[in-house]
């Protein structure tokens, strides 16, 4: 079937630096995405969305991209931080009718003080 | 407002039991999912309730059922428990209308974690 798939399941980082997560996702009906952050025992939490009629958002220290040619995702977080370590998930979804969320199988971002 | 509340985060259970999971989701919200996640799997979609009703179910086999009560809180069950069960549950709540701003945004729990041994 259909999924959201991330390319790299590990992020290493200096604090400082600038971060770019990136996801694949194969359905093209999708037209919504979101960026969760999850950390240790907790449960995930929105970052940022785009719709698929916009190719850029920025949000507080977060950028996200999507290139519907090739159906790609990337979060971008600037001057990363120790407190952004966490799982980062990609999803995607339909935003007309009832659809639900796909997400990505994740991956981890360690920032380094 | 307060958040989305599972109870309990804590589980242990032997393979064969069953076990009840509840969700309490934010005030006013009317759709609930659930979602198992797992180290190899990562989040799997299990159901979504809206209004008392099932809307939308994952690919998961009948030992997983839910219901969610008149005030949208949710409860979902897993009869015979094996091993591989063993996960973090994951509840969602949002407000549900199709189409909507924000649709999509879920704001999640904290989850529970069940090991069956």
């Known amino acids: 079937g259909e999924s959201v798939g991330l390319h790299l399941p590990t992020l290493s980082v200096q604090e400082g630096d600038n971060s770019i997560i990136n996801c694949a996702y194969s359905n093209s009906a999708s037209d919504y995405f979101i960026w969760y952050k999850q950390e240790s025992g907790k449960g995930p939490q929105f970052i940022i969305d785009?719709?698929?009629?916009?190719d850029k958002r920025q949000g507080q220290r977060v950028t996200v991209l999507l290139n519907k040619t090739v159906k790609h995702l990337s979060l971008q977080i600037a001057a990363t931080q120790p407190g952004d370590s966490a799982v980062y998930f990609c999803?995607?979804?339909?935003?007309?009718?009832?659809?639900?969320?796909?997400f990505g199988k994740g991956t981890m971002l360690l920032v380094s003080p | 407002k307060a958040g989305v509340t599972q109870t309990p985060r804590y589980l242990i259970k032997t393979r064969g039991q069953q076990v009840t999971l509840s969700c309490s989701p934010i005030s006013g919200h009317r759709s609930v999912s659930w979602y198992q996640q797992t180290p190899g799997q990562g989040l799997q979609f299990l159901f979504e309730?809206?209004?008392?009703?099932?809307?939308n179910k994952g690919n998961f086999p009948g030992r997983f059922s839910g219901r969610q009560f008149s005030n949208s809180r949710s409860e979902m069950n897993v009869s015979t428990l094996e091993l591989g069960d063993s996960a973090l549950y994951l509840c969602?709540?949002?407000?549900?209308?199709?189409?909507?701003?924000?649709?999509?945004?879920?704001?999640f729990g904290p989850g529970t974690r069940l090991t069956v041994l």
């Open positions: 999803a995607e979804t339909q935003n007309s009718g009832y659809s639900t969320l796909t």
């Open positions: 969602a709540s949002s407000p549900g209308l199709a189409g909507g701003p924000g649709r999509g945004e879920q704001f």
């Open positions: 309730y809206f209004s008392e009703t099932q809307r």
């Open positions: 785009i719709r698929s009629n916009m």
